[in-house]
T-cell receptor, first 111, second 113 residues
Framework: AQRVTQPEKLLSVFKGAPVELKCNYS??????LFWYVQYSRQRLQLLLR??SRESIKGFTADLNKGETSFHLKKPFAQEEDSAMYYC?????????????FGQGTILTVHP | SQTIHQWPATLVQPVGSPLSLECTVE??????LYWYRQAAGRGLQLLFY??????ISSEVPQNLSASRPQDRQFILSSKKLLLSDSGFYLC????????????FGNGTRLTVT
């Protein structure tokens, strides 16, 4: 069975500091991984996905199959990055959007 | 553009009472639909998903059920609520094919007293 672990429930950094939100997964097949974000008073929404290999709002995430990790990184955090972040895994081989989510990390960026 | 509506936003119900949460999607056809729950201190857990009218798959055994009477309508129900049913319920949709992201509703905060 697949599992997603986000070891940090809370993460605090100062503006301008680098930030890394950790995500580890357990899955025997070929995973698809995502980061979702929920800003205050907004809906949960997709931030980025590993297959796109894109940078969104300065965030990047690299899939490391050897370490089974998909950590989210940003070199210089901004106050507007404060939000709840969820790492999610989609089982390969289906067209459904069934995702397994981690417990989430609340990021607070202090001025 | 596509929109998803979920209601009510908050709900307080006594133990043993019935439950009905509704979710509708606009601006798309044949979506996949999902119900997720976030219990206190836990991540989002998939409860049900549906790939078409009347087609419901349950991910975890529980006191809840789901129905899809129309293409863009998804309902979460219970005949008798338990205290453990308290949580934050999210409806979501995705397009039928490909690696589509999930689009979430605003959620319903359910408190069972």
């Amino acid at each position: 069975a697949q599992r997603v672990t986000q070891p940090e429930k809370l993460l605090s950094v100062f503006k301008g500091a680098p930030v890394e939100l950790k995500c580890n997964y357990s899955y025997s097949g070929s995973p698809e991984l995502f980061w979702y974000v929920q800003y205050s008073r907004q809906r949960l929404q997709l931030l980025l996905r590993h297959i796109s290999r894109e940078s969104i709002k300065g965030f990047t995430a690299d899939l490391n199959k050897g370490e089974t990790s998909f950590h989210l990184k940003k070199p210089f955090a901004q106050e507007e990055d404060s939000a709840m972040y969820y790492c999610a895994l989609k089982s390969g081989g289906t067209s459904y959007g069934k995702l397994t989510f981690g417990q989430g990390t609340i990021l607070t960026v202090h001025p | 553009s596509q929109t998803i509506h979920q209601w009510p936003a908050t709900l307080v119900q006594p133990v043993g009472s019935p439950l009905s949460l509704e979710c509708t999607v606009e601006g798309t056809s044949n979506p996949n639909l999902y119900w997720y729950r976030q219990a206190a201190g836990r991540g989002l857990q998939l409860l049900f998903y549906s790939v078409g009218i009347g087609q419901i798959s349950s991910e975890v055994p529980q006191n809840l059920s789901a129905s899809r009477p129309q293409d863009r309508q998804f309902i979460l129900s219970s005949k008798k609520l338990l205290l453990s049913d308290s949580g934050f319920y999210l409806c979501a949709w995705s397009v039928r094919t490909g690696t589509s992201p999930l689009h979430f509703g605003n959620g319903t905060r359910l408190t069972v007293t």
